[in-house]
């Protein structure tokens, strides 16, 4: 039994075929170019996650490919899980090293007011010792909408956020005595009713928002490249019971990342800590 687990997610930026600006010439149903693939791969080289949650993979074959290439390139993550969620191009996935003990495909989440979480909630568990710890991958809808009555998406964002904190509530209603994660891109700041909705229902604490930086102390995961904006917009948030097995968290910089996607990667360290626990607990 492993004595510590890292896990990594990472938004891909489009890992799919669409209509895209290449080297100055506009293409349609292009794929991710190979330059900006091979830095994605570059850059969870040099990280070595033994989980790796994304966020923007397109259809399955676009993760096999994935797969394949890290296992040509010497790093073989036998295991994955892909959602086939409402959204039809833009896809939840894990890749792992280590055993999935558990994959639950959440594709059809309702919300109160805006239907389905657009892109669903991926669940997955793997083994920390004689534990389980169970990952929820996230990607919460853009501030890209159409709707005038919710400029920049934000209410249909935060009805997301609270559908999955409902689903999250559901399958560990005791968050004090459970072991998991909640990872991914909620497209919002860290003050965010988002956010907020994710880590709390009312006096209920649902999960602690980690604060990881890079090497040069900086604490933002994504670039707009449009307006030169700096913000942060990807999380991992960890349940009380399994914050004390948070070795470190931090986010992963260099030039591979820069050429890979408009976000960077965050990371945790797990470590193994008291009696065994399953999955689950407390249901």
């Given amino acids: 039994m492993a004595d510590t687990l890292t896990v990594m997610t990472w938004n891909v930026e489009n890992y799919v075929a669409e209509d895209r600006l ?9 794929p991710k170019p190979e330059k900006a693939k091979a830095g994605l791969r ?15 993979m397109g259809p399955a074959p676009y993760l096999e490919e994935l797969q394949r290439d890290l296992a040509a390139e010497g790093l073989a993550y036998e295991q994955r ?38 892109r669903g909630v991926l669940e997955v568990s793997v083994a920390l010792g004689a ?16 709707a005038p009555a919710d400029p920049f998406a934000a ?46 229902r009312g006096e209920t604490l649902i999960a602690s928002v980690l604060r990881p930086t890079d ?28 914050r004390p097995a948070v070795d470190k968290a931090w ?13 960077r990667p965050v990371l945790v360290r797990l470590k193994v800590i008291g009696g065994p626990r399953r999955a689950g607990e407390g249901e």
């Fill in 155 to 200: 209410a249909q964002r935060a009805g997301e956020a609270e559908a999955v904190r409902d689903l999250v509530l559901r399958r560990f209603p005791e968050p004090a005595r459970a072991a998991f994660l909640l990872l991914g891109d909620c497209n919002d700041s860290p003050q965010s009713r988002p956010v907020r909705a994710l880590a709390r």
């Fill in 42 to 56: 570059a850059a969870i080289r040099e990280a070595r996650p033994e989980v790796l949650a994304l966020q923007e």
């Fill in 22 to 30: 290449v080297e100055g010439e506009y293409r349609t149903a292009y």
């Fill in 131 to 146: 534990r389980e710890v169970t990952l929820f991958v996230v990607h919460l809808k853009s501030r890209h909408t159409d």
């Fill in 81 to 118: 899980a892909w959602l086939d969620g409402p959204d039809p191009e833009r896809h939840l996935a894990v890749l792992a090293r280590v055993p999935l003990v558990r994959v639950v495909e959440h594709a059809q989440v309702p919300t109160r007011r805006h239907g389905l979480v657009r």
């Fill in 215 to 242: 090497a040069d102390g900086d604490s933002w995961t994504h670039y707009y490249r449009q307006e030169e904006v700096f913000s942060r917009v990807d999380y991992m948030l960890v349940s009380p019971g399994l």
């Fill in 251 to 263: 986010i992963h910089d260099s030039p591979a990342v820069r050429v890979a996607s408009d976000h």
